[in-house]
């Protein structure tokens, strides 16, 4: 089945600095790729997805990279806040006869005020 | 809209027991997965429902057993509990057509953190 691996488990960084998280996927027939944020004693939440007709997408001060071939993609957090501060996970989904998502193992992002 | 409701939020068991989650979706959706939440692990999926059948299974033991009811509400259900089932249970709900690959937004409840003794 499918395998997300994700790096950092954890990520400090100065407010105002840019944060950079990174996955990458085992199954190439995998068509979208979503990061969900969840804040301390909170629930997961969607921030940005890419699907692969694209290379990159921005929101804001989010943005999202793809890349097939290498099977990687990367969120980036620019202008850190503190309320950046939670766990990131990404996740892609497969098509190995399962339609579902596989989720990476979380980083941990702190900004540091 | 309301969100998606889960039951109850906070349990604690001995080994040995079984327990019952419930999960309300989103009105309207008509998929309802279940993931595990454990520290270092992230999420792992359980199963997922859709129109009172099981659609997909993760590599769970037998132990972990899920069904959906026909207004969407669906329960997971863990059987002879281990100490290692302790962990953040949350359902997510999704707006899903017959036969659709995962492309849509998943929508988290709050979860139910089991604590087994």
């Known amino acids: 089945g499918e395998n997300v691996e994700q790096h950092p488990s954890t990520l400090s960084v100065q407010e105002g600095d840019s944060a950079v998280i990174k996955c990458t996927y085992s199954d190439s027939a995998s068509n979208y790729f979503p990061w969900y944020k969840q804040e301390l004693g909170k629930r997961p939440q969607l921030i940005i997805d890419?699907?692969?007709?694209?290379g990159e997408k921005k929101d804001q001060r989010i943005a999202v990279t793809l890349n097939k071939t290498a099977k990687h993609f990367s969120l980036h957090i620019t202008e850190t806040q503190p309320e950046d501060s939670a766990v990131y996970f990404c996740a892609a989904n497969s098509n190995f006869g399962n339609e579902k998502l596989t989720f990476g193992t979380g980083t941990r992002l702190t900004i540091i005020p | 809209k309301a969100g998606v409701t889960q039951t109850p939020r906070y349990l604690i068991k001995t080994r040995g027991q079984q327990v019952t989650l419930s999960c309300s979706p989103i009105?309207?959706?008509?998929?309802v997965s279940w993931y595990q939440q454990t520290p270092g692990q992230g999420l792992q999926f359980l199963f997922e429902?859709?129109?009172?059948?099981?659609?997909n299974k993760g590599n769970f033991p037998g132990r972990f057993s899920g069904r959906q009811f026909s207004n969407s509400r669906s329960e997971m259900n863990v059987s002879t509990l281990e100490l290692g089932d302790s962990a953040l249970y949350l359902c997510a709900s999704l707006k899903a057509g017959q036969s659709s690959r995962y492309t849509g937004e998943l929508f988290f409840g709050e979860g139910s953190r089991l604590t087994v003794l």
């Open positions: 009105s309207g959706h008509r998929s």
């Open positions: 890419i699907r692969s007709n694209v």
């Open positions: 429902y859709f129109s009172e059948t099981q659609r």
